[in-house]
């Protein structure tokens, strides 16, 4: 089964951090605080819509054939998506 | 369902300015033959002889009265670049609806009806005389037409909302605000025309 990478925590909803990676062949370990990266934090349809984006070379008019949907509807999805990136970046920044 | 009451989801383009043109003009056709006035964006009336091209003409100011006005609004609430094609075809579409106009027109006599009641309350005789039956189709037409009306408001409403990309009160208020004022700018339109 796939899981998904979990981004807030489920007790006080605060963003989760990277503590450790491991490398799956030797098991060495790195451990400290890793902040995700910012396309992590978006969910899995704004994910998906992203990969589906580049691998149509950024044309809607394709994407909108594939999904089946209007071509503003797809338009307002990307717009939607640059909003909340937009947001993501602007709450980082206001962390640091 | 939900794509009945929102077919922009998936129609837009091209695609919604051919259907769109081509039930235009095909109500442009039925109103000239059933006299169909369609003075305003929401109006329907039934008065005197509608030629080819008076038909032709208020179809016209009608769709392009509603691309000024959603246009305007949509650029003035969306901040982002939108296709002007979009804008026509789902205009367009929204017109889709009046086309049932004209043969409900002529299914119940309302040219005879219509004739009935300007003769009361223009010539007045004060009283409207009309059948039972004149009534009851009266009513039925009534009712059967707002429908139409009404989904037509419904296709403008969630093509204003996906051009705009606005959403919650904002659509709600600029929708109001918007269509108001296409009733407006048509209204006067056809005013100085006449």
């Known amino acids: 089964m796939k899981s998904n990478l979990p981004k807030a925590c489920p007790s006080c909803g605060e963003e989760l951090r990277v503590k450790a990676l491991q490398c799956p062949s030797c098991s060495t370990t790195i451990e400290g605080q890793f902040d995700l990266p910012l396309l992590a934090l978006l969910n899995k349809e704004d994910q998906d819509f992203i990969l589906s984006f580049v691998r149509h070379s950024g044309s809607l008019k394709k994407m909108s054939k594939e999904l089946n949907l209007s071509y503003p509807t797809v338009r307002n999805k990307l717009n939607n998506l640059i909003d909340a990136i937009n947001n993501l970046e602007q709450e980082k920044q206001q962390e640091l | ?194």
């Open chain 2, 1 to 194: 369902m939900k794509q009945f009451f929102n077919p922009f989801l998936k129609i837009a383009g091209w695609k919604a300015l051919s259907y769109g043109l081509a039930a235009m003009l095909a109500t442009t056709f039925l109103g000239s033959i059933y006299n169909i006035h369609l003075d305003g964006i929401l109006n329907v009336h039934v008065n005197g002889n509608v030629s080819l091209s008076i038909a032709l003409q208020e179809n016209l100011i009608n769709w392009l009265t509603l691309v000024f006005v959603f246009g305007l609004a949509t650029w003035i609430l969306n901040g982002r670049a939108f296709r002007f094609l979009d804008l026509l075809g789902i205009m367009a579409f929204t017109r889709i609806p009046f086309l049932v106009m004209p043969p409900l027109n002529a299914m119940f006599n309302m040219e005879m009806i219509g004739e009935k009641i300007r003769q009361s309350v223009f010539e007045g005789t004060g009283e409207l005389l009309l059948s039972a039956t004149e009534y009851l189709l009266l009513g039925i037409y009534l009712v059967i037409s707002l429908l139409f009306i009404i989904l037509s408001v419904t296709w403008l409403y969630n093509g204003f909302r996906i051009l705009s990309n606005s959403k919650g009160i904002q659509a709600n208020t600029a929708f109001i605000i918007t269509l108001l004022a296409g009733v407006i700018i048509s209204q006067v339109l056809f005013t100085i025309i006449e």
